[in-house]
């Protein structure tokens, strides 16, 4: 048994590893100027939404709209796994549909000429 409980690989019918992103962006918070912090990716269906820091937490919203269980950290270097069920970070899992983050050009916050001069004060 692992001494961190947090730390087993993820598997499973809530990822589909063929599916990819819906764009470099959250979805919802460019539908709308909006801004975000940092993103995810949900690993069923590949909607990218922003995290529970960002304003709109649309991320946690598109799971508990969909029923999607988990997401892929969407920022460059990043692969962990985020399961709403188990409320768990998983640090390994399989590789998803390219492309695996965000552009490497794009700020976060961002995206760039969006992000209001007080975001810090805007985190949740």
């Known amino acids: 048994m692992s001494d961190h409980p947090e730390e087993p690989a993820v598997t499973g019918a809530a990822i589909d590893p063929t599916v990819p992103p819906s764009g470099p962006g959250c979805v919802e918070c460019d539908a709308s100027a909006g801004w975000w912090f940092h993103l995810r990716r949900c690993a069923a269906c590949g909607h990218v939404g922003c995290c529970d820091s960002s ?55 961002g995206p760039r000429g969006r992000v209001p001069a007080d975001w810090r004060l805007r985190l949740h």
């Open 55 to 109: 304003p709109g937490q649309h991320a946690t919203a598109h799971a508990a709209a969909t029923g999607h269980p988990m997401v892929r950290s969407f920022e460059p270097g990043e692969s962990w796994f985020w399961d709403y069920v188990e409320e768990r970070l998983h640090t390994d899992g399989p590789e998803l549909a390219a492309p695996s983050s965000r552009p490497l050009d794009q700020p976060a916050p």
